[in-house]
């Protein structure tokens, strides 16, 4: 185990996007819906918002740092650096999709169609899965605008064509926004426990192109 | 911890030979390497320092084969590494920055890492800015840093490439002496093309020119390269055409030249004594 | 500022990044929304089949270019090439201009590509060729202006908010302003400001979507109807007009803002 220090400096480095992202977006769209049914909106951003700036948040990990030539030299690998920067942006993403849920708990806001426990799913399994993916298209393409603009469109993909991933029946099981787009109970489970799943296949993919040289990444 | 270089060949994509075919023994204590820019000379401390995998050949840094990972991993935990280009965080303070490095350098130790920061600190005199946020340095002061950073941890290899750039005169004095003064039992491998840094700091040294080894010596046996060769011209008429220039001083009588050429290049040339830069000129050009 | 709209071009264009990126979102939209790209395309009507098209691309591809222009700026700067640029005599603002325009003629070629590349196979398999000039309209009056603005904003917010922070803001913005129905929540869809082209595609290109509905002009009962003024061709022109005019008002900004 390493020491707290060292977390205590890749907060700093893990950036500011996926830190300032959701209390931004979150605090502009409840004063946006204030007149009109905040606390629901808020409920939709736990399957929106923080899965976006996870996904975000992790495709701009790798090939931004100002300091990776000497980071290689480290005998830290620059590989568990950058799994310390995801995990620094996983546990902010939970630590606000908690807070936004207990706040819908307290303020009667929360859902009754599931328990506050397995209603978590609504923003874990998305999140887990857009995350992966940025960190996969990140970790490949080495580029964090293009692996960003990757992720938004996919994200604006399953936001707007909702309607054909329900359709499909491989896709459905693949659908971000299942919660907010009216998924059959029955359907929901499945669907959340696919997203996770696909989610391990996903990181352990970046996971595994993370770990090229310095060779790989200056070439 | 000494290097045993064997017929290293380092070709880029796109075609382009950065070492070729490169044989050379490098021994504990303080080694030079000079060359142009374009020589070689980054690519061969990058293989070293494991961030570049060479195309062919071997490279041995003390009983740790770097062209293996785990002969990478290990040569990482005893190396002390100065890029070219130092990229660092401008949010951090030099402290931080340091004491980040330190983490990652496996110094878990507070206690000990605050001891080791504060030496680095002190050991290139920026104790009394390093509160002070990187991004507000000068280039020199950021080259320091770089410096303190490869420090840190007490490396058995310091790989330290074009140290001395952006450093003002006095820095640059102090910093080759305390390079001099860390390799005991270490090796430091000091590339640049400052000459009269490895003239003042190394015993021996290699001179590269396009990815290849031209020389391999002493200081004294390079600098005897432009004995006879090296020509003191005064005129108040053009510069002399043949050989290179070395020098041009203003004169009473017009200016006075300093010239490595195989013969007189001039009517009058007397032959002074060689030093460093002499003898470099005289090998490459 | 010819010469540094001609470099930044010629930079741009040689990016890996732009085009591996509108690449695969040029196939992800084709594999992923490939029923919806089905229902763009309308064998009997070129002119529909158009439009649809553009503004599909109008409403994902955007994003994307937003995304990746967002550190173009600032990125000179950090590689000390601003300093250099600041010590010629070209002036800061022709500078910024040239930039500007060469980052945005960037962009356009990959969206051109895309788009003229799907008019073209349409039109030489539906052999209605009528579809070439619905596609150079909407080009002109509907994509062009969205990249116009989309480019200044890139360029200029990144001087104030860091780039990965103004990708996250621009995404959700680009969301909510453009894609949120009026009646659902306060939003600038349906509105002059609206980058899309709500205006220009349904009052200068007469465009309906399936069903008749209209995507501009005052949805009764929604906020910022302020904003929605009668869908006229006036007021078509009027989005063009506003949406430059915010394009230019940005770059201003970040002429005058010193860098971070």
């Not at chain 2, 130092?86 to 980040?100: I, N």
């Not at chain 2, 001395?164 to 590339?191: K, N």
């Not at chain 3, 763009?40 to 503004?55: E, Y």
């Not at chain 3, 939003?187 to 465009?207: C, D, K, N, R």
């Amino acid at each position: 185990m390493r020491p707290l220090a060292l977390w205590r400096h890749e907060i700093r480095r893990a950036g500011r996007a996926p830190v300032l992202g959701p209390p931004l977006l979150a605090g502009a769209l409840v004063v946006i819906t204030w007149a009109d049914h905040p606390l629901r909106n808020l409920f939709v951003f736990l399957e929106l918002g923080l899965p976006l700036t996870a996904g975000l948040g992790a495709a701009a990990l790798a090939g931004r740092d100002p300091a990776a030539e000497l980071q290689f030299t480290m005998p830290t690998a620059y590989r568990s650096t950058l799994m310390r920067r995801l995990a620094v942006i996983a546990a902010w993403t939970a630590l606000v999709a908690v807070a936004i849920s207990a706040v819908l708990l307290v303020a009667d806001g929360w859902p009754g169609t599931r328990g506050p426990v397995a209603g978590q799913l609504t923003w874990l399994a998305p999140g887990l899965w857009l995350g992966a993916f940025g960190l996969l298209a990140g970790a490949a393409l080495r580029i964090p605008a293009a692996a960003s603009g990757i992720v938004a469109v996919l994200w604006l993909v399953e936001q707007l064509f909702g309607g054909a991933f329900q359709q499909h029946f491989v896709m459905k099981q693949l659908f971000l926004f299942a919660t907010t787009q009216g998924a059959a109970p029955e359907e929901w489970a499945v669907n959340r426990l696919t997203l996770i799943g696909t989610a391990v296949v996903l990181g352990a993919g970046g996971w595994l192109l993370s770990g090229r040289s310095y060779q790989e990444e200056s070439e | 911890m000494r290097i045993d270089i064997d017929r290293l060949t380092k070709r880029y994509r796109g075609g382009v030979t950065a070492l070729d075919g490169l044989s050379l023994e490098v021994p504990t204590g303080m080694f030079g390497l000079l060359g142009a820019n374009g020589a070689g000379k980054t690519t061969l401390m990058r293989i070293l320092a494991g961030l570049l995998r060479p195309t062919g050949g071997s490279v041995r840094v003390g009983e740790h084969d770097v062209t293996t990972r785990a002969g990478r991993a290990a040569v990482r935990r005893v190396l002390g590494y100065l890029p070219q280009e130092l990229g660092v965080y401008p949010d951090l303070s030099a402290r931080e920055f340091l004491d980040y490095v330190a983490l990652l350098k496996g110094i878990d130790d507070r206690t000990e890492r605050r001891r080791r920061v504060g030496e680095v600190l002190e050991i290139v005199a920026l104790a009394g800015d390093a509160g002070r946020k990187l991004k507000g340095y000068s280039g020199g002061m950021r080259r320091r840093v770089g410096i303190a950073q490869a420090l840190l941890a007490g490396p058995r290899l310091l790989i330290v490439d074009e140290p001395t750039a952006g450093l003002d005169p006095e820095e640059r004095i102090r910093f080759r002496t305390l390079l001099a003064q860390l390799a005991g039992d270490r090796t430091v491998l000091l590339s640049t093309h400052i000459v009269d840094d490895v003239a003042q700091t190394c015993r021996e040294l290699a001179v590269l020119a396009s990815g290849a080894l031209v020389f391999r010596g002493t200081v004294e046996e390079l600098t005897s390269r432009a004995s006879d060769r090296v020509w003191s011209v005064i005129t108040a008429g053009p510069a002399p055409t043949g050989g290179t220039i070395v020098s041009a001083v203003p004169h009473a009588a017009g200016m006075r030249y300093r010239v490595v050429a195989p013969v007189s290049p001039a009517a009058g040339a007397e032959t002074v004594e060689p030093n460093l830069e002499d003898g470099y000129l005289a090998l490459v050009k | 500022m010819i010469t540094a709209a001609r470099y930044e071009l010629r930079m741009m264009l040689r990016k890996r990044s732009l085009w591996v990126s509108l690449g695969v979102i040029v196939v992800l939209l084709a594999a992923v929304g490939s029923q919806q790209v089905r229902e763009v395309i309308r064998q009997d009507d070129p002119k529909g089949t158009m439009l649809s098209g553009a503004l599909l691309v109008n409403i994902f591809l955007p994003v994307a270019y937003g995304c990746l222009l967002a550190d173009r700026l600032v990125r000179d700067h950090r590689l000390g090439v601003a300093a250099i640029l600041d010590a010629t005599p070209a002036s800061p603002v022709a500078r910024l201009t040239g930039k500007y325009l060469g980052v945005c003629a960037a962009v356009t070629a990959p969206v051109a590509l895309a788009y003229f590349g799907f008019a073209v196979a349409y039109a030489i398999a539906s052999g209605r060729f009528a579809a070439l000039g619905w596609a150079l309209a909407a080009f002109a009056l509907v994509l062009l202006p969205a990249v116009l603005f989309v480019g200044a904003f890139a360029l200029a917010v990144p001087l104030v908010v860091p780039a990965p922070l103004f990708r996250v803001l621009f995404v959700g913005y680009w969301f909510w302003g453009n894609s949120i129905t009026p009646d659902t929540m306060p939003t600038l869809a349906h509105s002059i400001v609206t980058p899309i082209g709500s205006y220009p595609m349904q009052e200068l290109l007469g465009f309906r979507i399936r069903g008749g509905e209209t995507i501009a002009g005052p949805v009764p009962g929604a906020a910022l109807n302020f904003l929605r003024p009668e869908a006229t061709p006036v007021t078509a022109w009027l989005s063009i007009g506003v949406l430059l005019v915010l394009a230019a008002l940005a770059l201003a900004a970040a002429s005058v803002r010193p860098r971070r």
